[in-house]
């Protein structure tokens, strides 16, 4: 069989078996039955990418299939190779939203099946920062349970987000491989319909980041082949069906990987490497994707698929806890003469020497020097040990300053695993990450108590609170230019964010002095001077030289960008911010709601319906993405009137938030206790029942004007 009949064969066995199913629930359930995925905002979001029409019921699924059958053309062209692949993959759409009716959960455990939209949001920032560096999805069955694993692990150390499809998912169970989304391996069915949730994740990033509009097809197969860096390994034999998903695979941009020998090769596209070891290099190099290695000299793997893994009391050999011990991690800015680099000191005992399960102290002092240092750098490098610790494989660790808490697995430890590699792992990422800044480091490693009770009150203590007393003085005011950052253009090619000292980013990973920081370590890369010497509207937060900046780096896209308004010329989201805030006419307030939180709110929109407003860098008055920190901020909404205009939040956020907000409140409008007068999802998820709180509790929004 050629390529075509192939492809056109799969289809056609696809297309026959969706309109079997439609019809089938047609006469079960009737025409009228809804029929949708959970947690999305784009319905079945594939259909709603290609066609730009959203599906609801089954007479509507219906009516899509007889879309999706004027794509099935069969000139020999490749066009209708590429768009009879398109057809089977929207018709594995149809046939898994079926499986969804009625509010049914289709797959269990270990499987996926459909990925909410956060999960999306969430995948956004590591697949920007190159953090997550490629997309592969496997199909089919390995040769041997080893062989698979192998292949898994391969990926999975270099980072890259693993999906799923068919007998692997078995292979791996077998063997006892570790599967999860918290370590980027991800089985999404065991059927090969189940490979459209891959393909809806690449779909919506189109219309989440890249502002794609929806039915525009075109812009979104350009979207997925240059910024989404998928590739497909699928295990021989393949039949016809796969063959024909491989060719939607392949209009997308994503090349495919196969041990099957008969197969017509396309250059780049579809190739044959009947090598399984090689498959992780020929896809890299099909897809065009580059691993940054680094090489650290530790008995355990290190890789930031590792830093979601999570270490059971169980699992556990030993622990560190701040909250109970006195613990602390520290960056300290010394004299050249004073470090030697790469020194690694244990002072206290080794995990060998500690108890199985027992909790223990732990304080690590990162002694850097170099010309180019300041002490300003010293809290952003010292937030990224919580991502360098996390990613060795059997160490986790939250927390930070003099409140982290690490365990160490038992299976590290078994590993070899010692005290004096987690100084291993500081040093070579310090020097590879901050090498513009950091000539020089030494590890200093306590786990002695009565040093660690020395280092934390006596040397860290003192530091914290001298930086937060800085960090306190600084006001948009009181600093001479801003920053810009544009890491999320790879995947919203319009975004731009303009980071102050009150604002921090959307992402709420990018603080002014971050953004200082990564100007300084790299002067052309994504974080850019922005001088402040031409106002216009101080209340506003309008000036000349924000809109030449955001104009020239946005690509014309922005004209006008203000700091301080959600209403006018508002600063425009990418798709991974923490929060979104939007406008409740009823109270003339604002709702803010968190990306953890998955309920209603009071304007009859959950979180991810909220973001699908805006985001794709594209301006939306009225909706504005934010990180967590700006919520308690002088100039959060400071052109409508500040903080005093939040109505409703996530209880959680809420608590979250509440010191700081507070404090906030009563220094601008002398209120105390403010999050009392805010609404919750407790309260109300309503406007009516949320405007009697308020009323109720004399919140000062309703005494404002409308902002609409
Ligand atoms: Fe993306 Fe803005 Fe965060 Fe930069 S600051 S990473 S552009 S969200
Ligand atoms: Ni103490
Ligand atoms: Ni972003």
Not at 32 to 40: E, G, N, Q, R, W
Not at 48 to 69: F, I, N, P, Q, W
Not at 237 to 242: A, E, G, R, S
């Amino acid at each position: 069989m050629t390529l075509f009949e192939s492809v056109f064969a799969g289809n056609d066995a696809v297309y026959g078996l969706t309109e079997g199913a439609i019809n089938q629930a047609i006469e079960k359930y009737g025409a009228d039955k809804a029929v949708s995925f959970p947690d999305t905002a784009y319905s079945l979001p594939c259909y709603y990418a290609v066609t730009g029409t959203k599906v609801g019921t089954l007479a509507e699924l219906k009516d899509a299939l007889a879309v999706v059958k004027t794509l099935m053309t069969r000139e020999k062209r490749t066009n209708d190779v590429f768009m009879s692949g398109v057809a089977t993959a929207l018709c594995a759409e149809f046939i898994e939203v079926l499986k969804y009716i009625d509010g049914a959960v289709p797959y269990e455990a270990p499987c996926y099946g459909h990925l909410a939209d956060a999960v999306i949001r969430e995948l956004g920032v590591p697949l920007v920062t190159g953090d997550i560096p490629g997309v592969a999805v496997i199909l089919g069955k390995a040769p041997s349970a080893q062989e698979a694993a192998d292949l898994v692990k391969s990926y999975q150390s270099q980072g890259i987000l693993i999906t799923l499809v068919g007998d692997i998912i078995d292979q791996l169970e077998e063997v006892g491989y570790k599967t999860g989304a918290n370590v980027r391996v991800i089985p999404l069915g065991k059927d090969v319909t189940a490979v459209i949730h891959v393909v809806s994740v690449a779909l919506r990033a189109a219309l989440i980041f890249g502002n794609v509009k929806p039915g525009d097809a075109a812009t979104l197969m350009d979207y997925t082949m240059k910024r989404v860096p998928a590739f497909v390994n699928a295990f021989a034999p393949l039949n016809d069906v796969i063959v024909a998903c491989g060719a939607g695979a392949i209009a997308l941009g994503f090349p495919v990987i196969t041990n099957q020998e008969d197969v017509a090769r396309v250059p780049k596209s579809l190739i044959c490497q009947k090598d399984i070891s090689k498959w992780n290099a020929t896809s890299l190099e099909a897809r065009d994707i580059k691993i940054k290695i680094t090489n650290i000299d530790i008995p355990v793997a290190f890789a930031s698929a590792f830093e979601g893994e999570i270490i059971r009391r169980k699992d556990m050999q030993v622990e560190f806890d701040g909250s109970r011990v006195d613990c602390a991690e520290l960056v300290h800015t010394c004299d050249a003469s004073e470090v030697e680099d790469h020194k690694i000191t244990v002072v206290g005992p080794e995990v060998d020497d500690m108890e199985l399960g027992s909790k223990n102290s732990i304080a690590y002092v990162v002694k850097v020097a170099g010309k180019n240092m300041q002490p300003d750098f010293e809290p952003v490098i010292e937030r990224k040990f919580h991502n360098y610790i996390n990613c060795i494989e059997g160490v986790y660790h939250t927390g930070q300053r003099d409140m982290q808490r690490i365990r160490i697995s038992k299976d590290a430890f078994a590993a070899g695993f010692k005290i004096k590699h987690i100084g291993e792992v500081l040093y070579t990422q310090v020097k590879n990450e901050f090498d513009a800044v950091v000539d020089k480091c030494e590890v200093i490693i306590y786990t002695d108590p009565a040093e660690c009770t020395r280092i934390r009150h006596e040397v860290a203590i003192p530091i914290f609170e001298k930086r937060d007393d800085r960090l306190n003085t600084l006001t948009d005011e009181s600093v001479d230019v801003y920053y810009s950052c544009i890491l999320c253009q790879a995947f919203s090619p319009s975004h731009v964010c303009v980071v102050t000292p009150e604002r921090l980013g959307l992402c709420g990973a990018v603080s002014w002095l971050d953004a200082k920081a990564t100007n300084e370590l790299d002067p052309n890369g994504p974080c850019q001077v922005i001088t402040k010497e031409r106002p216009i509207d101080e209340n506003l937060g309008s000036y000349e030289d924000v809109d030449e900046a955001v104009k020239k780096l946005s690509q014309g896209a922005l004209e006008h960008v203000t700091l301080y308004s959600i209403m006018q010329d508002p600063m425009t989201s990418c798709g991974c911010f923490e929060c979104i805030c939007g406008i409740e006419p009823f109270s003339n307030g604002v709702v803010i709601a968190n990306r953890e939180y998955a309920g209603m709110t009071p304007l009859g929109m959950t979180f991810s319906e909220m973001a699908s407003m805006t985001g794709g860098g594209v301006q939306t008055p009225g909706f504005m993405g934010h990180g967590k920190h700006f919520i308690s901020s002088k100039k959060f909404m400071k052109a409508e009137g500040g903080i005093e205009r939040i109505v409703w939040m996530p209880k959680e956020l809420k608590e979250f938030v509440a010191e700081r907000l507070n404090k906030t409140a009563n220094e601008l409008y002398g209120i105390e206790n403010f999050t009392d007068m805010i609404g919750d999802e407790t309260i109300a998820t309503d406007p009516e029942t949320l405007v009697g709180f308020l009323t109720e509790k004399g919140h000062p929004a309703l005494a404002l004007d409308p902002m609409m």
